[in-house]
């Protein structure tokens, strides 16, 4: 009985926790939709155009890079894969997405966290974009030399 009872608790929860990420995701992806409408997007993401040009990514990699910096991985993996979906955004780059906001995600909410335990916010922000920024590139150098290595084998 004990077994069936953990069981429904678990179900309960998962359930639970499925329908605070719809509330929280589906109003957002509406929000997106209509920054899209309207080009609020295209005005956001202008500001960053230098940054991803650096990177090797589309301006479309800019709105879900962005939500995760500021957001976290939850709303940027979200946006990252509707943006997939669309057809905006290639495996390539998704995968110097996924490495630039493993590095730097969160960051308004990380860094008010690790100061609370004594890290210097101006030390740690700078020095996680800065990671970032020089581990994607790197990361853009080694997938673009591959794929010219395979172009020439073929």
Known sequence: MEII?????????????IARLALILVPILILIEIARTYQVIEKITGKVRGVLKFLTLPQEAAFPMLAGIFFGIVLGAALIIEYSREGYLKKRD?????????????VVEDT???????????VLLPTRLFLAVVITRTAALILDHINAKQAQTL
Do not use: K, R
């Open 112 to 122: 008010f966290i690790l100061a609370v335990f004594g890290a210097n916010p101006l």
């Open 94 to 106: 998704l995968l110097l997405i996924g490495i630039f906001l493993s590095i730097c995600h969160s």
């Open 5 to 17: 009872m953990l069981l429904l608790e678990t179900i309960a929860g998962a359930l639970l926790s």
